[in-house]
């Protein structure tokens, strides 16, 4: 499977993410890459596509999905579940809400991305 995503990896671009758009074609995504694994969490704030946020760490691993995230809710939506023993994110999957469950996107699952640290990538990049 593969997902093409737009990517969001300076400051600026993370902050603004999706917001204000209206749309996102199902089987596509933003990846949010981060310089360095930090504990992460999101809002809906100005957005107004439901969403999956998936959460992955360095080695490409998804820790954490986030289902259905509501348009305009500004609730914060933690990177890790509660009692993960390691909540950093290096990345973050944003996609149309329910296409993390269409594609079968679960935590322990083992993504891969050229931009993952490749020398302990769980799935290196050929």
Request: charged share 20%; hydrophobic share 50%.
């Amino acid at each position: 499977m593969s997902v093409p995503v737009e990517i969001a990896d300076t400051a600026e671009e993370r902050a603004r993410g999706l917001m204000f758009r209206r749309d996102l074609p199902a089987g596509q995504g933003m990846l949010f890459i981060y310089e360095s694994p930090q504990p992460v969490s999101f809002w809906m704030r100005n957005t107004l596509i439901l969403l999956d946020m998936v959460f992955i760490d360095a080695r490409g691993a998804v820790r954490h999905v986030h289902a259905m995230a509501r348009p305009l809710d500004e609730t914060a939506i933690p990177g890790a579940a509660p009692g993960d023993p390691a909540p950093e994110r290096l990345m973050v999957l944003e996609l149309p809400g329910g296409d993390a469950a269409r594609l079968g996107i679960v935590p322990g699952m083992v993504l891969a991305h050229p931009r993952l640290p490749q020398a302990t990538a769980l799935a290196p990049c050929d």
